[in-house]
């Protein structure tokens, strides 16, 4: 599942920044906007794939016309702790990892852990229905392929990662910098074990929306307090109520229930 040349320049001008664009203005999530997420496409030329691709994310994830086979698959999570820096990207807050945080291995392909970021409510929906949040854990395999790791979260009790980010996140919403020094942060800590993954072939969901991602969404609902939903939202500098893009059609995709033999190394 090689990557297009667009995915790898992509990926190359912002160091797995997981979005293209240098001007985060450029685009937002105004439904009637003329840069929402329906103008994308037209935005700019390699923004194409955004109108006209056919294996585009998100999804709903248990739609009635999704296919839903049960495989098992290998994963084996090696992550490690590695200095980071909180970006916030004009419509997202992104943790990035200087030169990665571990791999993690899928059916004997291995994908560098690169960034961290979240999205409110959730893109990907499971009958027409959104969640509070999701992340996306980006990986990157030395051949250009990408792997996308979602948890998706329902209101609750407090995550444990993300309250160790709170005073990063506070202190980027209330200054002008886009980013803050974190320190050492431990992807480990991210709760993503779960019994089973939904599983398909899509795309970015920002531009340029390339496609031949490979995601992986944990079937294991976490939870967030609304406080922490909130500052997510709050510490981006843009005047959104969401940073989901709308579900996109699933046309001849199969979404595929995979179970997992997992081995966590330490």
Not at 43 to 62: F, K, R, T, Y
Request: proline residues 5%.
């Amino acid at each position: 599942m090689a990557l297009t040349s667009n995915l790898m320049r992509a990926l190359d001008e912002k160091d797995f920044d997981y979005d293209s664009n240098e001007d985060e203005t450029e685009f937002n999530y105004d439904p009637n906007g003329e840069k929402g997420p329906a103008q994308w496409g037209r935005i700019h030329p390699e923004w194409g794939a955004c109108s006209n691709g056919s294996m585009q994310s998100p999804i709903d994830l248990m739609s009635d016309s999704v296919d839903v086979v049960s495989h098992t698959w290998r994963i084996q999570r090696s992550y490690k702790p590695a200095n980071a820096t909180l970006r916030n990207r004009g419509h997202d807050m992104m943790l990035k990892w200087e030169g990665g945080a571990g791999s993690i291995e899928i059916n004997g392909t291995e994908y560098v852990l690169k960034q961290c970021h979240w999205h409110s409510p959730s893109e990907h929906t499971i009958h027409g229905k959104r969640l509070p949040l999701e992340a996306h854990m980006v990986h990157a395999s030395l051949d250009g392929e990408v792997a996308v790791v979602g948890v998706m979260y329902m209101i609750g009790g407090p995550d444990s990662f993300l309250s160790s980010l709170t005073e990063q996140l506070q202190s980027v919403a209330g200054a002008n910098e886009q980013d803050t020094v974190v320190g050492v942060v431990d992807p480990r800590n991210i709760k993503i074990g779960s019994m089973y993954y939904y599983s398909y072939i899509g795309s970015l969901t920002t531009p340029p929306c390339t496609e031949n991602v490979l995601w992986a969404i944990a079937g294991k609902v976490s939870t967030a307090t609304r406080e922490q939903v909130r500052l997510l939202r709050v510490a981006v500098h843009d005047e959104s109520d969401t940073n989901a893009r709308p579900t996109q059609p699933i046309n001849s995709r199969a979404v595929k229930i995979l179970i997992p033999q997992v081995k966590d190394d330490v």
